[in-house]
């Protein structure tokens, strides 16, 4: 069973626009760490947040906010008035304390138009 | 220094051909990574080191040899590769392997032709 799910592969929108990708994920852990990276065409992967499961509370950096939701699974990043560079693949992970493993989802790829 | 450097940035290499991979981190971090990444699809692990001790072996061909001099440097012998290993290869780092609490920092990675 997939541990990450990024349910949207590939988004579009125009500069200035709002847009979330979502993130839903699976364990049986209580105590687990949630992630998001940024991995821009030049390839690295640039780390954005971390989360720990026993802080629910939203977090706004910048135009970058992540509403985490344990009661869906949920850990949503929303970036608003996007710019063209934030076009590039973003990845949800997971990272369980009862394994030594590092979760991905399978990527979203957001293009923003000019 | 809060990076993980990761030489050559591209490499073209012949199947017959035996290259190396290097990786480096200045930030005391006792656990680096291997990682593959296909087009399109998120980082497969690979190998892991902790404490420069090999700890998992994601059933990796024998063509890729890894190997950890010393805590900073990572390396990734190759030799007889194939068309399909053709990839982006990223390093990582972190405080502890058994502890992926804090994520990981990644390298830029190397993007790996085999003609």
């Keep these: ?114 | 220094d809060t990076e993980v450097t990761q030489t050559p940035k591209h490499l073209v290499m012949g199947m017959t051909n035996k290259k190396s991979l290097k990786c480096e981190q200045h930030m005391g971090h006792r656990a680096m990574y291997w990682y593959k990444q296909k087009a399109k699809k998120p980082p497969e692990l690979m190998f892991v080191y902790s404490y420069e001790k090999l700890s998992i072996n994601e059933s990796v061909p024998s063509r890729f040899s890894p190997e950890c001099p010393n805590s900073s440097l990572l390396n990734l012998h190759l030799h007889a590769l194939q068309p399909e290993d053709s990839a982006l290869y990223l390093c990582a780092s972190s405080h502890r392997a058994l502890s992926n609490n804090y994520g990981y920092t990644f390298g830029s990675g190397t993007r790996l032709t085999v003609v």
């Design chain 1, 1 to 114: 069973a997939q541990k990450v799910t990024q349910a949207q592969t590939e988004i579009s929108v125009v500069e200035k626009e709002d847009v979330t990708l979502d993130c839903v994920y699976e364990t049986r852990d209580t105590t687990y760490y949630l992630f998001w990276y940024k991995q821009p065409p030049s390839g690295e992967l640039v780390f954005l947040i971390r989360r720990n499961s026993f802080d629910e509370q939203n977090e706004i950096s910048g135009r970058y906010s992540w509403n985490f939701q344990k009661s869906t699974s949920s850990f949503n990043f929303t970036i608003t008035a996007s710019q063209v560079v934030d076009s590039a693949v973003y990845f949800c992970a997971l990272s369980e304390t009862s394994g030594n493993q590092f979760y991905f989802g399978t990527g979203t790829s957001l293009t923003v138009i000019p």
